[in-house]
């Protein structure tokens, strides 16, 4: 399948994946396909329009909540650092265009959750918290020293629950960091955006990609809600975080797939009312456990995309009897 990501930053190239690990043809995909380079600390989503709305957390330049506005309507754990590639103030005002990342003063919480202000990407260092509805200064440790936020549930799952359902996708998702040797609870929106990237090629046309956004949501939607599996030390998981299920690299999400992941969010592909293990492949024929109606060609998503196909239609080309609702 188009892409990924033998490690963050990589060229992408296409492979197998969705639980079936094929090194030999990963090999031969290698070595016959072009990659397409992508940068990490991908920048801002579609939704994102310089105005602090309601249900968003926003950023301000200055202190007082003033100066020019990033909005954001979920966690990231890294804004990038530099232009293009990075998250910005979108807002008219002083900082406008500048890169969000160390370079706060202010914030206005306009989300029905706490957030929480890292000092450090990836949701680590010291931190500062604002409540629902909360305006605020940044204290002296976080002014101009932001690096990651995160949207803190309220009495959600822990250990090895989840409160998904076939009707509401879970909050968070189990994911095992094979090379790192541990589990991480990582927000399910995060995940979903850190993994499209990885596993479709981020220059391919918006229906692509939005059909992509749909499997790769729907398919580990299905393992938060069915998965038993615990590494060898006992810790449950949901999801690996490489080939054997999806590749997942935290701080490499793109502008155009996360764009591809809010517009597609309400969309739930279930088969009799279930949410469907969505499986896919770079082609029709590189994977050997192929099951026509139950897998997805990422290179026939493009060129569905190109002959003028909706990602809807897409979907619905490839995986027999579910509804898109």
Not at 142 to 161: F, I, Q, R, Y
Not at 246 to 257: C, D, E, G, N
Request: charge should be neutral.
């Amino acid at each position: 399948m188009p892409t990924p990501g033998i490690s963050s930053g990589s060229a992408r190239r296409p492979r197998t994946t969705a639980r079936k690990s094929l090194p030999g043809l990963l090999a031969v995909l290698v070595a016959a396909l072009v990659g397409v380079t992508v940068a990490p600390g991908a920048a801002s989503a579609a939704d994102r329009d310089g105005g602090c709305d309601s249900g968003e957390f926003c950023y301000y330049y200055n202190s007082d909540q003033e100066g020019s506005v990033s909005d954001f309507t979920d966690s990231q754990d890294d804004y990038g650092a530099t232009q293009p590639s990075c998250y910005e103030f979108k807002g008219e005002g002083n900082g406008q265009g500048v890169c969000v990342k160390n370079n706060a003063a202010s914030v206005w919480n306009r989300t029905s959750r706490t957030v929480r202000v890292y000092f450090n990407s990836n949701f680590a260092g010291t931190s500062q918290d604002f409540a629902p509805g909360a305006k605020g200064n940044l204290n002296a440790t976080l002014k101009n020293n932001n690096a990651s936020h995160e949207l803190l549930g309220t009495g959600g799952p822990t250990g090895c629950s989840t409160d998904g359902t076939n009707s509401t996708p879970p909050s968070t998702i189990l994911v095992y960091r094979v090379g790192l040797g541990r589990v991480d609870r990582v927000d399910f929106k995060t995940y979903v955006k850190n993994v499209l990237p990885n596993e479709w090629v981020t220059s391919w046309p918006d229906a692509s990609l939005k059909a992509g956004a749909v499997a790769v949501r729907s398919y580990a939607w299905y393992w938060a809600l069915h998965s038993t599996r615990k590494t060898s030390g006992g810790q449950c998981y949901d999801v690996r975080d490489d080939t054997a299920d999806q590749v997942y690299r935290p701080s490499t999400a793109q502008t155009s797939t996360s764009s591809a992941v809010d517009s597609t969010w309400s969309t739930r592909m279930t088969r009799n009312g279930n949410i469907l293990q969505a499986h896919y492949c770079s082609t029709t024929t590189a994977c050997g456990a192929w099951v026509a109606g139950d897998w997805m060609s990422q290179y026939g998503s493009r060129d569905l995309a190109n002959a003028g196909s909706t990602y809807q239609t897409i979907l619905r080309h490839y995986y027999d009897d579910v509804a898109l609702s």
